[in-house]
């Protein structure tokens, strides 16, 4: 057995102990409510074994960095899967900090999910690794990126605990114009999660099943030689039935699916590129299995998911979720600052031969910290406390993750990882 090998063990390992560190908090939580003579007890015992579980879980998951580190001789961030199964490393640490710190049995509840939910979206990707390109093969790739990874891990914590202090104190039987919007806006926040689990499963699904169409394009290149311009054939592969093909393509196999044998329309020619095409599709496809879990969701529970959630919130105090978040915001801020744009523009400069070049992931990042940057100022000079923070804190990591998943799915970068189908 390899190193590479340990670390795909590792990685597995980590992932269902996280699920089953997940299910003890769960149990931990809700089984107050049980018959049990001393509730307290119960939560303690739970709770130690929940969290014993998810530190045996971040042990594993540590195993898997540094057996892969090992294997491929440089860290392991450098593509889509190994960046994502870091972030969510680092998210399990940063929750370990501050659980430490605030001993919230609660805070595991909704932060193993995250964690959870990332390392199943870094599996969709490539695992295969890869050699550095010359570009990346630079001591700012270790500062950078693991800098970036750790403050938005702060970022995702101060994210639950933002959404624990809106489930604990919006009113859900309240009538009131003002509490129908923010029960809106929960849920849409709990929907936009529910459509990143749609993508997982809707690629894991149709991976599973082998289905494979495939598409030929004529592009038009420039031959930088001979100043001319010249067109090659493309082939285009889609792991999900065609909803969008390729602009100016022709389909070579399209498996029918559901009698969808041929793609329903064709992508715009401001999309010419066949990967642009793939990334719309598996955006439409993430889209609509989203929303069937979603209202699969709902027809089950017969309540809206926050509705559902809210109960369990109800013994945590909502001054402690405020000074969480508050807290994990503030510590990830300066770490976001240093390692995502100041080192970052260092490494750009000496990789590109310029500080910033309004790449579609720099332009991002900057919008992330002026985003944070106007929460604390608007914290500690305006007094935004409770509520207000708090809907400032959620809305911060929705960015993030668009940040994060939406910038490398639907836009082209010098910063986007390799995609999928």
Known sequence: MNFLEISRYGFMIAFFLYCASFIFYVVAVTGKTWKNRDPQRHERKWGRISFVTSSLGLLSHLVYCAF???????????NMYEFMTFLSMMVMIAFTVIFLIYRKILLGMFALPIAI???????????????????????????????????????????????????????????????????RWIEF?????IIVVGFIV?????????????????????????????????????????IVAPYQSKAESVPSFLGMDRAWFEAP??????????????VIWALIA??????????????PLSKVLAPAVKGIDPNDADEISYRSIAIGFPIFTLGALVFAMIWAQQAWGRF?????????????????SAYLHLRLSRGFHGRKASWIAVIGFLVVMFTLVGVNLIIAGLHSYAGTD
């Open 290 to 303: 989203g929303i069937v879990l979603y209202l699969l969701l709902r027809l089950i529970l017969r309540r």
């Open 117 to 183: 939910i990332i390392m199943a979206y870094a599996a969709v990707f490539p695992q295969d690794v890869q050699p550095l390109i010359p570009s990346l093969r630079s001591i700012w790739l270790y500062i950078h990126v693991t800098l970036a990874a750790t403050s938005e891990a702060f970022f995702a914590v101060g994210f639950v605990a933002a959404l624990l202090y809106l489930l604990r104190t919006i009113e859900f039987d309240s009538n009131e114009k003002s509490a129908r919007r923010q029960k």
């Open 269 to 282: 020619s401001w999309m010419s590129e066949a990967s642009s095409a793939r990334k719309l599709n598996t």
């Open 189 to 193: 926040t709990l929907f936009s999660i």
């Open 202 to 242: 809707s690629v894991f699904a149709f991976r599973a099943a082998g289905y494979e169409a495939v598409f030929t394009q004529n592009q038009t290149v420039i031959d930088s030689q001979v100043q001319q311009d010249s067109t090659i054939e493309q082939q285009g592969v889609y792991h999900m039935p065609p």
């Open 356 to 372: 910033w070049g309004w790449d579609p992931k720099e332009v991002w990042a900057l919008i992330t910290w002026l985003y944070y």
């Open 68 to 78: 892969r580190w090992a294997y491929s001789g440089h860290i392991p961030v450098s």
